[in-house]
């Protein structure tokens, strides 16, 4: 168990709809990191956040955005859902010393009909 | 363009017969070589850092080496149990810690 959680693990909805998916860091952890994994793209790097502020962004479509909340917890939102978005979401949490591991949850899969 | 490739895309070993997967990698100046595993339905589990070419890492069943240009996993006598995808990531300088590029994985099965 990595102590990443990641709700829900499944999703299932229309195209043009909005979700939102959690996660809850490991504690301890300030930064937080969203992928994305299809079949044919691999593990992708959305968006990463460090106690509450953006830090990097990677390949996120502006349709999707994210914030990291006092808690440290953070919501990935995904909005006007096309069918290419289903895949599976990670968060992965890492700790504050340079090269730290990142530790994934077991994901969100996301289908999108 | 920083790019990672692993080779082969899937390997079928009988338990106790030793191999080697393969890591390729193309980064403008390499910050670290992560590799990690990842079962069916789970996310990414992690295995090794390494730093620079000439650094090896063991546990268990498993030794990752590095050289300028790749990296390998070794594997020797394994079992039924490291049956999973292997996957191989680099993080570039200036880029965010986060910021992993990930090859498309080895998957591996060990069959009894």
């Known amino acids: 168990d990595s102590g990443v959680t990641q709700t829900p693990k499944h999703l299932i909805t229309a195209t043009g709809q909005r979700v939102t998916l959690r996660c809850s860091p490991r504690?301890?952890?300030?930064?937080v990191y969203w992928y994305q994994q299809s079949l044919d793209q691999g593990l992708q790097f959305l968006i990463q956040y460090y106690n509450g502020e953006e830090r990097a962004k990677g390949n996120i479509l502006e349709r999707f955005s994210a914030q990291q909340f006092p808690d440290l917890h953070s919501e990935l939102n995904l909005s006007s859902l096309e069918l290419g978005d289903s895949a599976l979401y990670f968060c992965a949490s890492s700790g504050q010393e340079d090269n730290s591991p990142l530790h994934f949850g077991n994901g969100t899969r996301l289908t999108v009909t | 363009e920083d790019q990672v490739t692993q080779s082969p895309e899937a390997l079928r070993l009988q338990e106790g017969e030793s191999s080697s997967l393969n890591c390729s990698y193309t980064v403008s100046g390499l910050r670290g070589l992560f590799w990690y595993r990842q079962d069916p339905g789970k996310g990414p589990e992690f295995l090794f850092t390494?730093?620079?070419a000439g650094e090896e890492k063991e546990k268990e069943r498993l030794k990752a080496t590095l050289t300028k240009k790749e990296s390998f996993l070794h594997i020797t006598a394994p079992k039924p149990e490291d049956s999973a995808t292997y996957l191989c990531?680099?993080?570039?300088?200036?880029?965010?810690?986060?910021?992993?590029?990930f090859g498309k994985g080895t998957k591996l099965s060990v069959k009894p």
């Open positions: 390494l730093y620079s």
């Open positions: 504690s301890g952890d300030l930064s």
């Open positions: 990531a680099v993080q570039a300088w200036g880029g965010s810690q986060g910021n992993l590029i």
